[in-house]
């Protein structure tokens, strides 16, 4: 899957947003998880399907097995969007003349996120870091 890059232009700058989380791609899952909580103190949380979610002061790492499509390594952070819809989010986006945002986990309710939360992903044009925006659902 192909994330193409997008311009931020200040459109997230705000006070409503929070790092939700770090995903992490290991190729020992076990070892990493070990790794975190034996090191630098973190919980484990839960577990979903193969993800393991950690809590490590007020963010959660999440971790799951690497792949050819998803080397070992940091795969992405997630912004928490609490306080905006993602489609209020998205319109801001695309008000600053981005329109390149990509919803990549269509499949709601299983894998990282609970049903209640909706996501998109963009790419830091200059680093190439792939940033999670994740909001819960409107209704």
Known sequence: MIIKIVQLKGALETSCYRVDHVHIYS????????FYKETVGAVELRRIGTLVHLGLSNVRLVVSGSSAEHPAGIGHFAIGADELSVPTIKSKLNAVAISDIHTLNADQGSGEHPVQYENFFIRDPTSGVV????SPLTK
């Open 131 to 134: 940033i999670e925006v994740i």
């Open 27 to 34: 190729d020992d899952v076990e070892q990493t998880v070990r």
